[in-house]
């Protein structure tokens, strides 16, 4: 990386020289002028990353120097250095956009900070634009996005097994994004003229989830005035997606297995087998090999739906995508609000960095449209996060390496703090989540965390 371009401007040579001295010894490039008109003769030419200027100078003063930059060039931050400090002076180079004011005599360590500081708002600056450029080439279609190296090789898989036309298993935490993926591999197959169709296995009881299924024949039950078509007929020619299959009955596992292996289907009530052609895809953020072991899930129907697994990694894991996605849900949810918020402040990005996302891409999701929708200018700040973001946190390093949480024990944890921080709301809290009341109740039952709400 090649070092970053300084200019700094002073018309008293010794202040001048032995500020040049000290920069260069901290490696960075550095331009001194003596004179406003030179100083703004090298803005108008060249590019820098950072100004320092004097404040007093004849001819072209700091203040002048300064609003000539941020319109030249509005990456790079301005410094002003000046032996006749006052508050007006401070305030009026704030207003005007300076990064920070220093008065002489200052002290070498300061000046070091000060400017490592506005270097890493400008590398900031430069990362956000390359970050908004590449959303651009995601409008449109199906993404999953990403430059993470992982996950680039994970979408490189779907996309080779993607016309195969075989069934996958899709697993992974809460939030990573399976449905996603899901919509990714019919995007990328050769079913795509067919629907994609979606179906949460937890939020049905059996009677009402076979009845989404596989549909009724007139007459099958009281209130069946006429034939349905289930899920699965309606996916003919094209994918049927089972979300959250780990919450299927033992008996609804024998129903589906069946239409999976003979390819044929039963409604309710009828006696007619039928014919149908589609592709499976399921999804569940449980272990479903541990699902099998204890007899919860069919070893059958697992290997059926597990020809290939698809992992998705954590948004902790992939951290490089933390940016790439804030500025994605940014356009999103600005132009779904028609708000001119178009930019993310240093400080809050750096705390959406630094944040481990239990919730993986929803709850990051969930962050920017909050922001957003409290935005009162074109910029997401600190202010406008919540203050939750800096204590909700599951990180591994706090467990030892023998210790490591299980996903269940991860997924319990959570749901705990959630259901903590909302005071018991239910349905406060599947929101938050990003699931139904049902498929929320189902979690605390199995993790026994039952507050009698």
Same mark, same amino acid.
């Given at each position: 990386?090649?070092?970053?371009?300084?200019?700094?401007?002073?018309?008293?040579?010794?202040?001048?020289?032995?500020?040049?001295?000290?920069?260069?010894?901290?490696?960075?490039?550095?331009?001194?002028?003596?004179?406003?008109?030179?100083?703004?003769?090298?803005?108008?030419?060249?590019?820098?990353?950072?100004?320092?200027?004097?404040?007093?100078?004849?001819?072209?003063?700091?203040?002048?120097?300064?609003?000539?930059? @941020? &319109?030249?060039?509005?990456?790079?931050?301005?410094?002003?250095?000046?032996?006749?400090?006052?508050?007006?002076?401070?305030?009026?180079?704030?207003?005007?956009?300076?990064?920070?004011?220093?008065?002489?005599?200052?002290?070498?360590?300061?000046?070091? *900070?000060?400017? @490592?500081?506005?270097?890493?708002?400008?590398?900031?600056?430069?990362? #956000?634009?390359?970050?908004?450029?590449?959303?651009?080439?995601?409008?449109?279609?199906? $993404? =999953?996005?990403? *430059?993470?190296?992982?996950?680039?090789?994970?979408?490189?898989?779907?996309?080779?097994?993607?016309?195969?036309?075989? $069934?996958?298993?899709?697993?992974?935490?809460?939030?990573?994004?399976?449905?996603?993926?899901?919509?990714?591999?019919? %995007?990328?197959?050769?079913?795509?003229?067919?629907?994609?169709?979606?179906?949460?296995?937890?939020?049905?009881?059996?009677?009402?989830?076979?009845?989404?299924?596989?549909?009724?024949?007139?007459?099958?039950?009281?209130?069946?005035?006429?034939?349905? *078509?289930?899920?699965?007929?309606?996916?003919?020619?094209?994918?049927?997606?089972?979300?959250?299959?780990?919450?299927?009955?033992?008996?609804? *596992?024998?129903?589906?297995?069946?239409?999976?292996?003979?390819?044929?289907? =039963?409604?309710?009530?009828?006696?007619?087998?039928?014919?149908?052609?589609?592709?499976?895809? %399921?999804?569940? #953020?449980?272990?479903?090999?541990?699902? &099998?072991? /204890?007899?919860?899930?069919?070893?059958?129907?697992?290997?059926?739906?597990?020809?290939? #697994? +698809?992992?998705?990694?954590?948004?902790?894991?992939?951290?490089?995508?933390?940016? +790439?996605?804030?500025?994605?849900?940014?356009?999103?949810?600005? +132009?779904?609000?028609?708000?001119?918020?178009?930019?993310?402040?240093?400080?809050?990005?750096?705390?959406? #960095?630094?944040?481990?996302?239990?919730?993986? &891409?929803?709850?990051?999701? $969930? +962050?920017?449209?909050?922001?957003?929708?409290? /935005?009162?200018?074109?910029?997401?700040? %600190?202010?406008?996060?919540?203050?939750?973001?800096?204590?909700?946190?599951?990180?591994?390093?706090?467990?030892?390496?023998?210790?490591?949480?299980?996903?269940?024990?991860?997924?319990?944890?959570?749901?705990?703090?959630?259901?903590?921080?909302?005071?018991? $709301?239910?349905?406060?809290?599947?929101?938050?989540?990003?699931?139904?009341?049902?498929?929320?109740?189902?979690?605390?039952?199995?993790?026994?965390?039952?507050?009698?709400?």
């Amino acid at each position: 990386m090649p070092p970053a371009r300084l200019l700094i401007v002073d018309d008293e040579a010794a202040a001048l020289k032995n500020l040049t001295h000290l920069l260069r010894k901290e490696g960075y490039e550095v331009t001194a002028r003596q004179s406003g008109p030179a100083g703004l003769k090298e803005v108008e030419g060249r590019e820098f990353d950072l100004i320092l200027t004097d404040l007093r100078m004849k001819g072209v003063d700091g203040l002048a120097l300064l609003r000539r930059a @941020r &319109v030249l060039q509005p990456e790079c931050e301005v410094i002003v250095i000046t032996g006749h400090a006052t508050l007006d002076s401070a305030v009026e180079a704030m207003k005007e956009g300076a990064f920070h004011y220093i008065a002489k005599p200052y002290r070498l360590d300061e000046v070091r *900070q000060v400017v @490592r500081g506005a270097l890493d708002v400008v590398l900031l600056k430069r990362e #956000n634009r390359t970050l908004k450029r590449r959303i651009e080439g995601y409008e449109g279609g199906v $993404n =999953l996005i990403s *430059q993470d190296l992982a996950m680039q090789r994970l979408l490189d898989t779907a996309r080779q097994v993607g016309p195969t036309d075989c $069934n996958v298993l899709i697993t992974g935490e809460s939030g990573t994004g399976k449905e996603l993926m899901a919509r990714y591999l019919h %995007a990328h197959s050769g079913r795509t003229g067919g629907r994609f169709v979606a179906v949460n296995c937890g939020a049905l009881q059996e009677e009402l989830l076979a009845n989404e299924l596989f549909g009724h024949e007139k007459g099958a039950f009281t209130g069946a005035d006429r034939r349905k *078509q289930g899920l699965i007929e309606l996916a003919e020619g094209g994918t049927l997606f089972l979300d959250e299959i780990a919450e299927m009955t033992p008996a609804m *596992q024998v129903k589906l297995l069946r239409v999976i292996q003979e390819r044929e289907l =039963l409604r309710v009530g009828g006696t007619e087998p039928l014919a149908v052609d589609l592709r499976f895809l %399921a999804a569940t #953020n449980r272990d479903l090999q541990e699902g &099998v072991a /204890s007899g919860r899930f069919r070893a059958d129907l697992y290997f059926r739906l597990n020809v290939v #697994n +698809l992992v998705l990694p954590p948004l902790r894991a992939r951290r490089d995508d933390i940016p +790439l996605l804030a500025f994605y849900f940014l356009k999103k949810f600005a +132009l779904a609000m028609g708000k001119p918020v178009a930019d993310i402040a240093p400080e809050a990005l750096r705390l959406l #960095n630094r944040y481990d996302y239990p919730g993986n &891409v929803r709850e990051l999701a $969930n +962050l920017i449209e909050r922001g957003v929708a409290l /935005s009162r200018s074109g910029l997401l700040e %600190a202010a406008h996060l919540p203050e939750s973001l800096k204590s909700l946190s599951v990180r591994i390093a706090a467990f030892p390496e023998s210790e490591l949480p299980t996903l269940e024990r991860n997924e319990a944890a959570y749901i705990a703090q959630v259901l903590e921080y909302t005071g018991g $709301n239910r349905n406060q809290t599947a929101e938050i989540l990003g699931i139904d009341r049902v498929s929320l109740w189902r979690r605390i039952k199995r993790y026994g965390l039952d507050t009698g709400g």
